[in-house]
């Protein structure tokens, strides 16, 4: 028996980031499986054959409306989450969104100010720094292991990776909000952001591009960026190198993927003292001349949504700040919004 108080969790949106929150929720106490909402029959189906919610809705109007509601778990479409996150603070649900946060910087002021206004909790989903081997690659920044941290470099590239080439939101800016940087950028961005510990941002250098609209039919709208290159600098003096591509002709430094033909992960930064790179997880240190190269992955990988789920219940009870805060989403943004500006431009864009 388990005496932690319950969360009945209404999950707007069923595709399969609302079915990763739900399995992450189910597996943990206190935290109930209790409505879902989406325009689609065949997805609620779906998740009510795994789930079994109390509660379907096709309208999150009527979701909202359902007093037992606690907490919302938001995975719309992306121009769906400013409207959706500040609808559900409006009926006094806690918020959790999925990634990016908003899709300008204008939506997710305001998504704070309504969440800061009424007490609730916001946060927005990032799983990937719950996963272990960013657990533990922040510990050892955490007790000072790199000393001075003077470069980050997030990496998601992918050779055959348009999200979306059959049809679908995700290639529509109106949509979207961007392309590949707003959709897998966003990982790349946090989870090395995250990692040196989330300073702030100070300016941004950028260039995105569309160079394979030839792979994807023509009568499909495509008005994003398929690839991204930044150089983002930080307070403190921490410069971050970004490289994000749906597409290209990958090297062999890019090992295969099942679906994307070939993929690359990884997450690295470098320390007076020492280099944290996260695929794979290895503390490298260097005395004299002598490497010394320390894997650090512990314990069985999860992808990050039960702790993060975790994390949010535990803000949701306690009224502390979710470890995907606000603030950071704001700052998160501007970012995002800035390395379009950027490229739109082509001039460096100041954030302080
Ligand atoms: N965290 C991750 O790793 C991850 C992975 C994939 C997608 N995402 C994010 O999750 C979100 C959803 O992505 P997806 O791949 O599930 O998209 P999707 O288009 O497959 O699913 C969105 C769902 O929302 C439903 N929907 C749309 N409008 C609605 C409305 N007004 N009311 C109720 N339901 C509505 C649709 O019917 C659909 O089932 C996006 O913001 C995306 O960026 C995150």
């Known amino acids: 028996m388990s005496n932690v108080e319950t969360v009945n969790l209404g999950f707007l949106g069923l595709g399969w980031p609302g079915e990763q929150h739900a399995i992450a929720a189910a597996s943990l106490p206190g935290a109930h499986v209790y409505a879902a909402c989406d325009l689609g029959a065949e997805r609620r189906e779906k998740f009510a054959a795994q789930f079994s919610p109390e509660r379907g809705y096709a309208q999150y109007d009527d979701m909202l409306a359902d007093p037992a509601v606690g907490a919302v778990v938001v995975s719309l479409p992306n121009y769906l989450h400013a409207s959706a996150t500040l609808s559900a603070l409006r009926a006094g649900k806690h918020v959790l969104c999925e990634k990016p946060p908003t899709m300008n910087v204008a939506e997710v002021e305001s998504i704070r100010a309504e969440a800061k206004a ?25 007790e000072g292991g790199l000393v001075k941290m003077y470069f980050a470099m997030g990496e998601r590239v992918r050779w055959a990776g348009i999200r979306g080439g059959g049809g679908g939101w995700f290639l529509e800016k109106s949509k979207a909000g961007g392309g590949a940087m707003i959709d897998i950028g966003v990982h790349a961005l946090d989870a ?20 394979f609209r030839r792979t994807v039919p023509a009568e499909v709208k495509f008005d994003v960026e398929d690839s991204g290159f930044a150089m983002l600098r930080f307070e403190g003096g921490l410069v971050m190198h970004l490289e994000v591509t749906w ?52 314990g069985p990988e999860t ?48 954030l302080t």
């Open 247 to 298: 597409a290209g002709n990958m090297t062999d430094a890019v090992p295969k993927s099942p679906w994307a033909g070939h993929e690359l992960e990884n997450t690295t930064l470098y320390g007076d003292q020492g280099t944290l790179s996260l695929n794979p997880a290895v503390f490298y240190t260097m005395r004299e001349k002598e490497r010394k190269a320390t894997a650090i992955q512990t």
């Open 118 to 142: 009424r007490g609730l909790v916001y946060a927005f989903s990032r799983q990937s720094r719950f996963n272990n081997k960013m657990l533990a690659g922040r510990q050892i920044v955490d």
């Open 303 to 350: 992808n990050g949504f039960d702790y993060q789920m975790a994390d949010f219940l535990d803000a949701v009870r306690t009224g502390r700040p979710p470890v995907n805060n606000v603030d950071q989403a704001v700052d998160l943004m501007k970012m995002l919004m800035a390395i379009y500006e950027s490229s739109d431009t082509g001039a460096e864009v100041r």
């Open 192 to 211: 090395a952001w995250y990692l040196a510990g989330c300073p702030k941002p100070v300016s941004v250098s950028a260039q995105v591009s569309a160079n």
